[in-house]
């Protein structure tokens, strides 16, 4: 049984003494608790309260109330709920002897009330000082409140002991309200033979209240109930909040709304434990109402401050002293080691304190000594529960640490600055690592505050701006993943601080949450940093706080980071941004995709793309390009390309609208050169989604290959998650049908014969894969300046039924190989019968320009590509081809002319041929004419050759007579000019003066 307990039993039997001897000795009836009975022959038995019991006034008849030398110290008083009853305690009389009283309250329950609320009106015991050693002390005299412990008090070294009351109350009233149903008060006056006389002086009054009328006490909420937590045992005050979103919670000091004990320390732990996946919990502490605050900075006057400091000022400070001021400390997280958020003493209302996890702790410190003040503390709790901003971040919550690295987090997202309170001189890192030393890091601020405080005159015009908060960056071209800003750093040149010495902003991106990706890019550099190496780092300090306030009111900013993949695969050309060469001699296959880095990208800036893979074999090799995935996604109204699929060439083409100046195209582009033409080997545009299991197969013909990558008229909102690419290449040896090259220049015959027999299978491939493809082979056929190609074969008309098992036959004209002209189909023997037979006679392109050799002196040629399926069963070509010659042409004037080299002439082509092909055994004329009888002839060829000669001889004769005639026009019309001359000179000598005798005359000596 605890001390106080039997202390209340004696208390009650004391009373209950008392009561019996004031009932007297003739009414056989007695006074109630808390009554004082006293008795007269006139009146009989008359009760007065027990407050008025040696009050200095005589309140009974026989003065039995105010006996000789009494005094209301070292009684107990009880009384009816409800009522207040005023009392002062009276000074000691005797100056030469201590002073001590000891004053209980004690609620009896029920009707009687089940606690205490004391309300001091006067209060003037001793002085409150401060000592040398900035300590607090009571001179001459103090007071201490007792109240019993919880009964889980077993063991005294955990009581508290109270501290003490003492010097002079300055407010009007101050009120202390019990936790339990009994009260004492102890006042102390030392002897004052040795000290000057104080003043003494102790009134109030005291009231009984039932449950209900405490709950209804400094309570503004009727019909709300609130949490105010759950005491924790072997404590005094110390409570635990748990989940305080179900119910709102209130942290109320001990005796609220009453002021606290002196020499207590109490500790709130807040915890939210109930948290839906995806969100962040934070206590939020907050009071409005600048009465629920008044934590005393200390007594009436302290060394540093000026007097008056309980109840003046309407401000919460961070200034408070230790040992003599009382303060609250908030710490973010369960115990004292964690940082502290907030500090604070003094009065009025309490901005937001907001911890950065679910936990909190609020610890209430009195100081041992202090002037009686109505001390009260009552704060607000809510939880406010917010979407994970970051939780791809590695955060050491101890230090505002955090990591994000693009090998474990996203590559992409947003940082903001703390919304909880941070403490002083504490600093949040956030640190960027690369997924490779490729990666770099784009950084753009969303928003950006940093407040300062205002200068005195005191301060230098060149002091540091820096005085609330610093914001730094550090590059480092090292992936270095610890949080630690170390040495490999580099600082940029610039700190940023105060209003005028900001970031570079991209305030438009504001407009565009939650990623903030802004319908105008943020440039670079103009709006946005570049990190030059793959790690990265920001770091913001907060130097010093107004006060206890929000920190995200004065320095706060919103940034969007990216990190950038600049990793390109292949050898950089020249210095183009994303043209990449790839040669068989370093590998004979890979992998390729599109570049990943944002600015080439409408995201980045970039309206227009274009990339250029160049592939690079040997001679006898060629390029095999396989897309394996690729999305060029472009919405349909602004589609203006289409990717189809060329059954005859079995190639994938593009087919794009007649007006596209304006038009939105994103396209794959396969294109194969050789000398100083091209062809396009396959291309798909505008594809939204492409099948996996199909794969897009560009073949090459050569060794010399580009892919390219394009896309224009991009927004602002586009990049490569819109547009993007997969494929693998490999450079493969084909010696099946090489692409040959037939030149009139080398001196070789003016006419050749191509056959090609494809045999049962193909074995020139290396995989079993390959055999999907077609087969191709080409042939290209080049004439002599001023000459013509012909090219003679039989084939059948092209169908999409009838060439599935046969050899399509392609002849194109163009340096670029874009379009056919002509399209057969051959087949084998064996199906040919089925098909009617067609003879192909091709000419080269400048047999329809009458002109065009002429003039360009250039070369006529042709090509010849043949594509077949893999099913076909042995199937021969036969091409024949020669150089031929117009027998007439225009001349500049564009009159016909006569070719004279034309001697030899096909009719049914009207193409003439070489003379050494006549009636060389074989026919080269379509109809054999070059071969018939009549031309080959000895008398024949006798004849022809003797029209030639006479041919050449007319040529001779009109080449010469037309020579004479020129020549005789030249020399008359040079007799003419000399005759003018010498009538000139005639009638200049006539006109000229005749020398005097004085002159000289010119002699000349034979």
Known sequence: MSRYSITIKVIIVIIGLTGVQGLGIHGGGRCGTGEWSCYSLDQGLRCIPFNKFCDGIRNCPDGSDEPPDCTNCNQTYSGKAGVKYPIRVTGPFQRFLPFVCRVNFVAMGGDFGDSVELSFLSF?????????????????????????????????????QFGSFCGRLTERSATFHSKSNNVSLLIVVPSRTFIPSTTFSVFLTFRFLTRYQKQTVGSNFRGQTFQYGTAIPGTFCDRMFLNCHLRPCRLRSPNFPGFYPRNITCNYHVKQMQIAHGSVASIVLHQPNDYKIF?????????????????????????CADVVSDVVKVYDGSTTDMPVLAKFCGDGPMPSVISSGPELL?????????????????????????????????????????????????????????KYTMPENSSCTYKFIGASSYDRIWLYFVSYLSRMKQKTPNDDENSNLCTLSMLEMFDSHERWPMLDISETFDPFPLQFCGESHIPRLCLHAVDFPPLYSPGRPCKFP?????????????????????????????????????????????????????????????????????????????RGGRENLSCAFHFVGLPSERVRITIFSAKLAIQSSETHCEAQYDPFTQRHICVTSPNILHGRIASLRGIEYWESHSSTIGCICNTTSLDKSRKFVFDSLVNNVKLVFSVNFMTAFEDFTHFNFDAK?????????????????????????????????????????????????????????????????????????????????????????????????????ALSNRLPVKEYHVFSQSWYNDSYSIIDNLRDYLFIEIVASSNWKGIKLHFHWMEVTKPFFRSLTGRPLRNVDCIFECPEIGACIDPHLWCDGVSHCPSGFDESPANCHPLAKGMQYLSL???????????????????????????????????????DYENRLTPTDDYPMEHHSS
């Open 295 to 319: 934590v005393p900075r200390g007594g009436e006057s302290s060394p540093s401050s000026t007097p008056s400091n309980v109840r003046g000022t309407s401000s919460l400070s961070t200034d």
């Open 729 to 829: 290449f490999e450079f493969f040896n084909s010696t099946f049908c090489d692409t040959h090259l037939f030149d009139g220049s080398t001196g070789l015959s003016p006419e050749g014969t191509i056959e090609f027999h494809v045999p049962q299978g193909r074995t020139n491939f290396s995989s079993g894969e390959d055999m999907l493809q077609p087969l191709r082979c080409r042939w290209q056929i080049k004439a002599l300046t001023e000459k013509y190609l012909y090219l003679q074969f039989s084939g059948h008309e092209v169908t999409l039924d009838n060439c599935r098992d046969g050899m399509l036959v392609l002849i194109y004209l163009e340096a670029h190989l874009v379009k056919p002209t002509t399209k057969a189909c051959v087949v084998s023997e």
């Open 124 to 160: 003037q015991i001793g002085r409150f000082e401060y000592t040398r050693d900035l300590t607090s002390a009571c001179k001459n005299g103090f007071m201490k409140i007792f109240e019993p412990l919880p009964n889980s008090f077993e063991d005294s070294f955990d009581s508290p």
């Open 949 to 987: 000669i006479v041919t050449m001889a007319a040529v001779v004769l009109f080449i010469s007579g037309l020579l004479i005639t020129w020549v005789l026009i030249r020399h008359r019309h040079k007799q003419r000019s000399c005759s003018t001359d010498t009538d000139d000179r005639t009638k």
């Open 526 to 602: 103009e709006e946005s940093y570049l990190s030059s190496g793959p790690t990265f780092a920001l770091k913001h300090t907060f130097l010093s706080t107004l006060d206890v306030v929000d920190m995200f009111s004065y320095s706060n900013f919103i940034a969007r980071y990216e990190f950038v993949d600049t990793r390109q695969d292949g050898i950089a050309i020249g210095r183009t941004e994303c043209d990449r060469r790839f040669d068989s001699r370093s590998a004979k296959g890979g992998f390729i995709s599109n570049p990943k880095n944002i600015f080439l990208y409408g």
């Open 362 to 418: 609020i610890q209430l410190y009195s100081a041992p000594y202090s002037v009686l003040c109505s001390s009260r503390l009552e704060i607000e709790i809510s939880v406010k529960f917010e979407l994970e901003t970051a939780p791809f971040m590695q955060k050491d919550r101890s230090r505002c640490a955090y990591i994000i690295d693009a090998n474990r987090h996203r590559r992409k997202g947003v940082i903001v600055s703390p």
